[in-house]
């Protein structure tokens, strides 16, 4: 079975920055996307990341466009969320999902984030 | 965007007994390969988000045939022959049809 372990959560102010991991057991060549679950909330599709054959091209929400960047390193059987310009709204669990032709196969844990001062 | 929109958002059942949780999306969700992009998603306690059903009926690997999904266009349904005190969580029907990917409010499901 495919384990996805996320990684990098924590404590950060307004204005902060922040970086989370997601490593998977198995690595294919799928896409992968970030999804967050803000406290007695659902969930909120985040941001998608694609493959070498799609040139790795990223998709964001409205919410965190410009703040945050999705990168993958293949060899690493990672991908990442770099967060910047935190707002106390993104405050959240932040879970990494295996996009497997048009289905969220696997899923992290999740890691939370939380913006405060 | 396409908007998801369950009901009930809490459904109290007794063991042994059926649920059933309907979701509605504000667009068709066929997409123009003729495949539609509906998943079910279950949030148990402490435990990592799962896939239950997708493309509408389709039971994932692993997921007791209890767990049944139906539809078409707009309107789908996930039930639960008998329901079983591990099913307690919170369900989630998802679309991946239309980008961006779109999630309903979640149902909780909590024995009575």
């Known amino acids: 079975e495919v384990q996805l372990v996320e990684s990098g959560g924590g404590l950060v102010q307004p204005g902060g920055s922040l970086r989370l991991s997601c490593t998977a057991s198995?690595?294919?060549?799928?896409?992968m996307d970030w999804v967050r679950q803000a406290p007695g909330k659902g969930l909120e599709w985040v941001g998608r990341i694609r493959n070498k054959v799609k040139s790795y091209t990223t998709d964001y929400a409205a919410s965190v466009k410009g703040r945050f960047a999705i990168s993958r390193d293949d060899s690493k059987n990672s991908v990442y969320l770099q967060m910047s310009s935190l707002k106390t709204e993104d405050t959240a669990v932040y879970y990494c999902?295996?996009?497997?032709?048009?289905?969220?196969?696997?899923w992290g844990q999740g890691t939370l984030v939380t913006v405060s001062s | 965007d396409i908007v998801m929109t369950q009901t009930p958002l809490s459904a109290p059942v007794t063991l042994g007994q059926p649920a059933s949780i309907s979701c509605r999306s504000s667009?068709?969700?066929?997409?123009?390969?003729?495949?539609?992009?509906l998943s079910w998603l279950q949030q148990r306690p402490g435990q990592p988000l799962r896939l239950l059903i997708y493309?509408?009926?389709n039971r994932f690997f692993g997921v007791p045939d209890r767990f049944s999904g139906s539809g078409a266009g707009t309107d789908f349904t996930l039930k639960i022959s008998r329901v079983e005190a591990e099913d307690v969580g919170v369900y989630y029907c998802?679309?991946?049809?239309?980008?961006?990917?779109?999630f309903g409010q979640g149902t909780k499901l909590e024995i009575k």
């Open positions: 998802m679309q991946a049809t239309q980008f961006p990917p779109s």
């Open positions: 198995v690595f294919s060549d799928l896409y």
């Open positions: 999902a295996r996009d497997n032709s048009w289905k969220y196969d696997y």
């Open positions: 493309k509408i009926s």
């Open positions: 667009q068709s969700l066929v997409h123009s390969d003729g495949n539609t992009y």
